[in-house]
């Protein structure tokens, strides 16, 4: 036999037992990884993360996401205020908001024309938003989390229609002529409108619906 055969025999054999030692090593560590794993999985879940309904966080990201429904529902009464017909009657962009803040001021709330006072009923009306859009949010999460998109927007539909209706004709009719002798509100939004807005804010709740998920911690399965 050759040197240079006998030189290539003892290289496979090297090869061979480097193989076997690694094969072994990676066969401890597998052992090794099965064991953590079981321990991981036996064990409760890490402080501070919840394995059931997260109410608080639901109600947190709810409250922001509202901010978006208000933003689209507003922008939708500002852009359909301009497309209407033309009338005698002045159009101004913030009718609506003109016509909620009859609520805390009466009925000189509806000259007010510029200024700070309709930013502040733009503010209220986005803050009125991220209030209701907790609620729907909570609604959302609890309610039609296995649901799929379609199901959702019908569910969402009724939903807001019903918001529109206890909130218009259930509370508004009454309380704002008790406490304002007057029923701006109900009287000069048309039904058509205010159940358009509840709608698109309820729309957009559903859109944005994704973005306030929270995923429960749930430890990795264990692999044989």
């Known amino acids: 036999m050759t040197h240079e055969k006998r030189r290539w025999i003892a290289d496979l054999d090297g090869d061979a037992e ?20 079981r321990e991981l999985a036996a ?27 208000a933003c689209t529902s507003l922008l939708f009464n500002i852009v359909g205020v301009l497309l209407l017909p033309a009338t005698d009657e002045p159009r101004h962009p913030l009718r609506l908001i003109q016509v909620y803040l009859t609520f805390p001021l009466g009925e ?24 209701l859009g907790m609620f729907f949010h909570l609604f959302l999460t609890r309610y039609t989390a296995s649901a799929g998109f379609v199901k959702r927007m019908l569910i969402v539909t009724a939903l807001s229609l019903a918001v529109w209706l206890v909130n218009f004709y259930g509370i508004l009719s009454w309380l704002q002529p008790l406490l304002f002798h007057g029923r701006w509100i109900v009287d000069m939004i048309p039904p058509w409108v ?25 430890a990795e399965p264990v692999k044989e």
């Open 18 to 37: 480097q193989r076997r030692q690694i094969e072994t090593e990676l066969a401890e560590l597998k052992e090794r990884a099965g064991v953590l794993e």
């Open 43 to 69: 064990m409760a879940p890490p402080s501070g993360r919840f394995t059931g309904y997260y109410t608080a966080y639901f109600a947190t990201t709810g409250f922001m996401l509202g901010m978006f429904g």
């Open 108 to 131: 000189r709330a509806l000259h007010i024309d510029g200024g700070l006072a309709l930013a502040v009923g733009c503010c209220l009306y986005l803050a009125t938003g991220m209030i």
């Open 194 to 218: 205010a159940a358009a807005t509840h709608l698109v804010f309820g729309w957009t709740m559903v859109l944005v619906y994704p973005w306030g998920l929270y995923v429960p911690y749930q």
